[in-house]
C-alpha cells in the first residue's frame, strides 16, 4: 500500500479529536500504517523549498510533491500551545497550555493559564499504542513544567508518561545544538561528549534506531527538530553554500519568494507584500559592514534549515531500505512562523554582536563549527 504524504497537517487533527473514531476502532484490512510526524522550530512559512524559497530543502520537497500542501495551515502561534493542540487534538486554552509551559519564574497559573497539559487530555501517542503501536518521541519536548525532574512522582508531563515508549531529546524550549543537556526516557543524561555532535543528525539517528527495532509493529514518531529555533549553529559548510546568495539584501529576497509563491499557486496571483514592520530597516540604508555581517547570519539560517533537511532524507533513505517506506505516513510542520528573538533589543539579528550576559553565553555562542 502507498500511504500519501501530507507536507503540513493541523486541521485534520481534529478528525481524531479524543481519539476515539470509528476508524480507529475499525479492524484493519491492510497493514496499520507507520506513522512520522515531523515538527519543525520556528520555521518560517515561505522557508521551505516547496512553498517558494531559495533555502535547498529538497527531501522535504519530494514529500510535498507526493503529497498535499496546505496553504490555510494555523497553527497556534507559538511553541507549547501548538505542540499541545497537536498531541491532543484539543484547543490549547481547554487543556491548560494558553502560553508556554510553566516555569520556576513564571510560576504557572490556573485554568487555561495554568502551563501544564490537563491530566485527563489523552494523546495521540496513548490513542496509537493502544491499538499496537510502538511510540517514539525523539526531540525537543516543551511541554513540562521545569519543576518536573523526570523522578518517580515528578514526572507527569515527560514523554513516557504521555503516551510514548521511548525518549530522546531536550525538555525546554531550546538548546545548544552542539551541547544540549540531554534526557532519555525518565532522566537526565547530560550533555554529549562527541566532538562532531549535532542535535539535528543525533535525533535523525536515534528515529532510524528506533524504527529499525520496532518489529512487526507500526510505529508513530514524533519528531521534533530543535531547528530552525535560535541558537542557529550549524557547520560553517552548511553556510558557505550559501555565499552570494543573501548579499541582494531581505528586500529583494521577500519579493523573489513572493514571486516564486505566486508561480507555485501558493497564494493568489494578485496578493501584494505588506509594509515592512515598524523598525524593519531597508537594506539600502545598511552600510557595506551591515550588509556583509547580515547577509551571512542569513547565510547561516539557510544552512541550519537546509543541514535538518539532510537529516529528513537520512530518515528517508533509512525507511526505503527497511521496506517501510510506502506504508509509512508523513506530516510535516512548523510550530509557528519565524521568530523575531526579543523584539526590539534582541531583533533585526543584533542579538549576535551586542554583549552576551552571562547567563545566554552558553546557549548563544558558538553558531558555526568547522
Partial sequence: MTVKRLFSLLAGMTALAGFNSAALAKPASHPQPNIVLIVMDDTGYSDFGAFGSEIRTPNIDALAAGGLRYTRFESRAICSPTRASLLTGR????????DLTATKLSGGGTGKDSGILAANA???????????????????????PDTEDGA???NGNWPLQ???????GFLPGWDDQYQPTLAEDNRVIGKPTDPAYHFSRAIVDKAVEKLNGSGDKPAFLYLAFGATHAP?????????????IYEQGWDAIRAERLARQKRLGIVPADTM????????RAWASLNPVEKQVYARYMATYAGFLEHADEQIGRLIQSLKASGRYDNTLFI?????????????LLA??????????????TSCRNSVRR
Fill in 91 to 98: 484547543n490549547n486554552h481547554s487543556i491548560g497550555m494558553a
Fill in 122 to 144: 489523552q494523546t495521540l501517542p496513548q490513542a496509537l499504542r493502544a491499538k499496537g503501536y510502538a511510540t517514539y518521541a525523539i526531540g525537543k519536548w516543551h511541554l513540562a
Fill in 152 to 154: 518517580a512522582g515528578n
Fill in 162 to 168: 504521555r503516551g510514548f515508549d521511548y525518549f530522546y
Fill in 232 to 244: 542557529i549553529q550549524v557547520p560553517a559548510a552548511y553556510i558557505d553554500r550559501y555565499a552570494g
Fill in 273 to 280: 507584500l505588506p509594509p515592512a514592520n515598524p523598525g524593519d
Fill in 332 to 344: 510535516l510542520l512548523s510550530d509557528n512562523g519565524a521568530g523575531s528573538e526579543g523584539g526590539a
Fill in 348 to 361: 533585526n539579528f543584533i542579538r549576535p554582536i551586542i554583549p552576551i550576559p552571562p547567563v545566554w553565553s
